[in-house]
């Protein structure tokens, strides 16, 4: 099952896209995508939002069918009257999902490994940037803020839809910047 595809990573999670990397980025979304998406919801509720999934088997245009998914799949912004006076807002399942995808992408290929060790590229009038100069760790908390405005919306959903199922694994920012 994947929501995206490696055409998908453009604008603040562009990468590049060639016959050389188009491979490696699609083998990051196959490992990580339902690692983030069972994290998020637990394995119970997971599995019941695969399965509410269409078309099925799963593709990059699947969506859910059932409104308690609709809702924490798509981009929200809500307003909370409740007393705190802030708003939740959500980029959507799919972004969220670019965002962390994107950091494990950048984070792993800082360096090659070949036969004689870890090598890292060095061009003549250029070098790679270190991990903190990259946009890799905002966009890991891009992710956490959506992540964590999903869970609000379950925990404390304005709509009382039914989340009995949900075990998700809270998240926190990478750094306070």
């Not at 070098?127 to 903190?132: K, Y």
């Not at 999903?150 to 199922?165: E, G, R, S, T």
Request: glycine share 4%; charged share 20%; proline share 5%.
């Amino acid at each position: 099952m994947s929501f995206l595809a490696p055409s998908d990573f453009v604008g603040l999670v562009a990468q590049s896209n060639n016959e050389h990397t188009t491979p490696v980025i699609q083998l990051y979304i196959d490992k990580f995508e339902s690692k983030y998406l069972t994290s998020l919801l637990g394995a119970d509720m997971y599995a019941a939002f695969v399965a509410d999934l269409t078309p099925t088997p799963a593709v990059v245009t699947s969506v859910p069918t059932d409104a308690k998914f609709t809702v924490i799949f798509n981009s929200f912004a809500i307003d909370d009257t409740y007393g705190s006076g802030c708003q939740h807002i959500s980029d959507g399942m799919r972004d969220m999902l670019k965002y962390f995808i994107f950091f494990e992408y950048a984070r792993d290929n800082q360096f090659d490994f070949t036969l004689t060790g870890a090598t890292k590229n060095k061009y003549s009038n250029s070098e790679i940037a270190r991990m903190v100069s990259t946009n890799a760790n905002r966009n890991y908390d891009l992710g956490v803020k959506t992540y964590q405005q999903i869970q609000w919306y379950i925990c404390d959903n304005p709509v009382p839809y039914d989340y009995d199922n949900y075990n998700g694994i809270p998240k926190e920012f990478s750094s306070w910047l």
